[in-house]
Nanobody
């Protein structure tokens, strides 16, 4: 059974950095397209970044470009999200997710496309 488990969230001051982890089981990361999403207070879940199953290329939302870096470690079957220069608006629950792409197209950040989700990890940015 496909399972995803996020970790690494916590409280950080503005300007700080965090690296979130997502441990995968029941599948190898290379077999599915995977991504990171977040849900800020009072907002809907929004995509941050993803890695395509087909060729491993990455895609970032406009809001994430420059401060977010997605990566995967095949040996550990773990997905990572590095966040730099954190700001209060980054406060949210962060989720990793995966979906079985039926094409070789670049991954997408449409929430409805994703089949599997982790439980989320809380990131709070406050001074």
């Amino acid at each position: 059974q496909v399972q995803l488990a996020e970790s690494g969230g916590g409280l950080v001051q503005p300007g700080g950095s965090l690296t979130l982890s997502c441990a995968a089981s029941g599948f190898t990361l290379g077999s599915l397209s995977v991504g990171w999403f977040r849900r800020a207070p009072g907002q809907e879940r929004a995509g941050i970044s993803c890695i395509s199953r087909s060729d491993g290329r990455t895609y970032y939302s406009d809001a994430a470009k420059g401060r977010f870096t997605i990566s995967r470690e095949s040996a550990e079957n773990t997905l990572y999200l590095q966040i730099n220069n954190l700001q209060p608006d980054d406060t949210a629950v962060y989720y990793c997710a995966a979906y079985a792409s039926t094409t070789n197209d670049r991954c997408t950040l449409y929430v409805w496309m994703y089949d599997y989700w982790g439980q989320g990890t809380q990131v709070t940015v406050s001074s």
